[in-house]
């Protein structure tokens, strides 16, 4: 079994940063792909960027410019690195964990984060 967990959300100004953070534990065999997703209240769970094993990255439209992805293989740990900040980026942000074992693949969420965004 994979546990994720999230850090670093809060409450920010508008044209602030935040930097997220998350780590996956556990019996883990290999991981394909880590990405950030958000929801805000009312609203359907969107993807905000993914990376791949091969740092392969992936930006929703509405943050590109503003936030980076990253990921440090060794310590199963993903980054989002978010920048002027808006308050439409006022969400609920989850950690997703892809893991590749001979059956197939497998997936895994964090609890997730509130980021707030005040105007």
């Known amino acids: 079994q994979v546990q994720v967990v999230e850090s670093g959300g809060g409450l920010v100004q508008a044209g602030g940063s935040l930097r997220l953070s998350c780590a996956a534990s556990?019996?883990?065999?290999?991981?394909?792909?880590m990405g950030w997703y958000r929801q805000a209240p009312g609203k359907q769970r969107d993807l905000v960027a993914d990376?791949?094993?091969?740092?392969?990255?992936n930006y929703a439209d509405s943050v590109k410019g503003r936030f980076t992805i990253s990921r440090d293989n060794a310590k199963n740990t993903v980054y989002l690195q978010m920048n002027n900040l808006k308050p439409e980026d006022t969400a609920v942000y989850y950690c997703n964990v892809i893991e590749e074992r001979r059956r197939g693949f497998y997936d895994y969420w964090g609890q997730g984060t509130q980021v707030t965004v005040s105007s």
């Open positions: 556990g019996s883990i065999f290999s991981i394909n792909a």
């Open positions: 990376i791949t094993s091969g740092r392969r990255t």
